[in-house]
């Protein structure tokens, strides 16, 4: 059945973005958590942080409010027994956001602002004024 059946050489199961995007509803919730697709639809009610919350990234991307939660250890080990498979490569792309956009005032062109966009930055490498040299 072409891509839906797609695997990894390791035998991980791909899905591609539209398929997880259908899975939002009370029948079935998936979210994906950096890269991984897990099936959350028997732990929505056991969820400490509440059903409401996963609903809302159902069938995307819930990469950010997962890691801003700062789940323990515990949650992490927990939602490994939720993965069903992978996002397929060729769609990791779609989901990827810029992690930081530097806002740069010019006061010559008194017309605002210049957006930077800094893609693909990992989280553990986020920016800080620390790090960062303007
Ligand atoms: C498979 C995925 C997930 C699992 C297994 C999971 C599990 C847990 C667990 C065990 C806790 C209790 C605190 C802790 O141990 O860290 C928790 C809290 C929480 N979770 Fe999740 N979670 C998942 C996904 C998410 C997502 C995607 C969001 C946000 C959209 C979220 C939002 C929260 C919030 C806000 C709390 C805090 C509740 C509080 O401190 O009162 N969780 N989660």
Known sequence: MGEK????PDGVKYYRLSEIEEQNSFKSTWIIIHNTVY???KFLEEHPGGEEVLREQAGGDATESFEDVGHSTDAR???K???????????????AKPELVVYLGDSR???GHC???VPHL???ERVTSSNLSL
């Open 5 to 8: 059946d797609e695997k990894s």
């Open 39 to 41: 099936d959350v639809t």
């Open 77 to 79: 080990e927990m939602a």
């Open 81 to 95: 027994d939720m993965i069903i498979g992978e996002l397929h490569p060729e769609d990791r792309d779609k989901i």
């Open 109 to 111: 062109s008194g017309s």
């Open 115 to 117: 957006h930077i966009a």
């Open 122 to 124: 990992q989280p553990r």
